[in-house]
């Protein structure tokens, strides 16, 4: 059984384009998240959501919009797609422990977007 | 800005060796760092977390200190076999927050030859 599920598993697109990714867990985790790890294997938070609330924004192009309608899914929509866009995008989850902590993240294959 | 920060070339050693990867951390505090390990076309896999109030944390032939006078954790893996070639990153916490949020380093790639 697959932890952390994304879909589509690569996607190669026209500059301009909008498209979605797709994420589920079946963890039970309240927290999921989305990466962006750029051609120097740098990953970096983008958003964050628990149990569907907005919790970590970082600042982002608004052609960026994330939508989780239950706390096992997470998609993120982009518009108007760019050159610069074109990265491997990691969606994971974890679970928030009664201290507050979130620790342990598990991350879900990637799906790499290419833009031309 | 907060930063993690590791050795971006790449680390080779015979296999049977000890491997020694290094993670430091600037403008901040961690509470927590961990390691993960990437394998080409995958996602990060965790492996240790490490708490600030811990030096020392082992799991197998996988070893992590935290030296919170240096900025720094050591990651080591001790009788590297070629299975353990992979890309590790070194995550640490927001300080300023508990959202989970974590600021990773640019990862250590280490190929072990046999």
């Known amino acids: 059984d697959t932890a952390v599920s994304q879909t589509p598993k690569y996607l190669v697109t026209q500059m301009g384009n909008d498209k979605s990714i797709k994420c589920e867990q079946n963890l039970g985790h309240d927290t999921m998240y989305w990466y962006k790890q750029d051609s120097k294997k740098f990953l970096k938070i983008m958003f964050s959501?628990?149990?569907?609330?907005?919790?970590i924004n970082e600042t982002v192009p608004n052609r960026f919009s994330p939508k989780s309608p239950d706390k096992a899914h997470l998609n993120l929509h982009i518009n108007s797609l760019e050159l610069g866009d074109s990265a491997v995008y990691f969606c994971a989850s974890s679970q928030r422990r009664l201290a507050g902590e979130r620790e342990t993240q598990y991350f879900g294959p990637g799906t790499r977007l290419l833009v031309l | 800005s907060q930063k993690i920060e590791q050795n971006s070339e790449a680390l080779n050693i015979q296999e049977g060796k000890t491997a020694t990867l290094t993670c430091n951390y600037t403008?901040?505090?961690?509470?927590?760092l961990q390691w993960y390990r990437q394998d080409p076309g995958r996602g990060p896999v965790f492996l240790l977390l490490?708490?600030?109030?811990?030096k020392e944390k082992r799991k197998e032939r996988l070893k992590v200190t935290f030296d919170t006078t240096l900025k720094q954790s050591l990651f080591h893996i001790t009788a590297s076999q070629p299975a353990d070639s992979a890309t590790y990153l070194c995550a640490g916490t927001d300080g300023s927050s508990n959202t989970g949020k974590l600021i990773f380093g640019q990862g250590t790639t280490l190929q072990v030859k046999p």
């Open positions: 403008n901040y505090s961690p509470a927590y």
């Open positions: 490490i708490r600030e109030n811990e």
């Open positions: 959501y628990n149990n569907k609330e907005l919790i």
